[in-house]
């Protein structure tokens, strides 16, 4: 079993949709969690951190369950400039950071 | 431009050769991590440093595979004896060490193509 896994995807959705990205971790120990997004051909940046208490950043919601070691993100009113790779990252105790392959979303006019 | 630097940007190389790869993180931070990326993949972990100390090294780098950072400053990965399999992007990144300074910042990437 992968470390980290995502929804294969890739998602379709036309502008102002909402749109839900899964993650699951296999690693208990694990102690951070964000999500990075790639644009094609570029290197992925920072989108949001996840706290357990859920965290909003404008169209962008987090969540994170630790009992599931289940992680969302949820992007609302999505806009073509959405489109791109979401990345699942977790941190492990050790300081060791782990990539899920991504989901790709392409937001259609 | 203060951002995280790779060089080169792209190389193409003949099965068999050696190639280095450098990296320049941004100057106050003292973590420096390196991946590899195929396509449809997110980044695999290869290595990190914290200032000149690797600590740790995933599976993933066989022996072909060299890290180093030698002052704590920039960094370079060797692959000698390349092979096919090792075409992928090379991405760098550091991010500083601080009480909740979680963010990686990450570089352009090397793009290597091995024929």
């Known amino acids: 079993r992968k470390e980290v896994e995502q929804d294969p995807g890739p998602f379709n959705v036309p502008e102002g949709a909402t749109v839900a990205f899964n993650c699951t971790y296999s690693n208990s120990a694990s102690q951070s969690f964000f999500w990075y997004r790639q644009d094609c051909r570029k290197e992925p940046k920072l989108l949001m951190s996840v706290y357990s208490s859920g965290n909003e950043d404008g169209r962008f919601t987090a969540q994170l369950n630790r009992a599931s070691q289940y992680i969302s993100l949820l992007i609302r009113d999505s806009k073509l400039s959405d489109s791109a790779t979401y990345l699942c990252v977790v941190k492990t105790s050790y300081d060791k950071v782990i990539f899920g392959p991504g989901t790709s979303l392409s937001v259609i006019p | 431009d203060t951002g995280v630097s790779q060089d080169p940007r792209h190389k193409i190389t003949k099965r068999g050769q050696n190639v280095t790869f450098r990296c320049d993180p941004i100057s106050e931070h003292n973590r420096l991590y390196w991946y590899r990326q195929t396509l449809g993949q997110g980044p695999e972990f290869l290595t990190y440093?914290?200032?000149?100390?690797?600590?740790?090294k995933s599976r993933l780098l066989s022996d072909r595979f060299s890290a180093e950072r030698p002052k704590g400053s920039f960094s370079t990965l060797e692959i000698q004896r390349t092979e096919q399999g090792d075409s992928a992007m090379y991405l760098c990144a550091s991010s500083p060490r601080l009480a909740g300074a979680e963010t990686q910042y990450f570089g352009p990437g090397t793009r290597l193509l091995v024929l």
């Open positions: 440093f914290q200032n000149e100390a690797q600590l740790e």
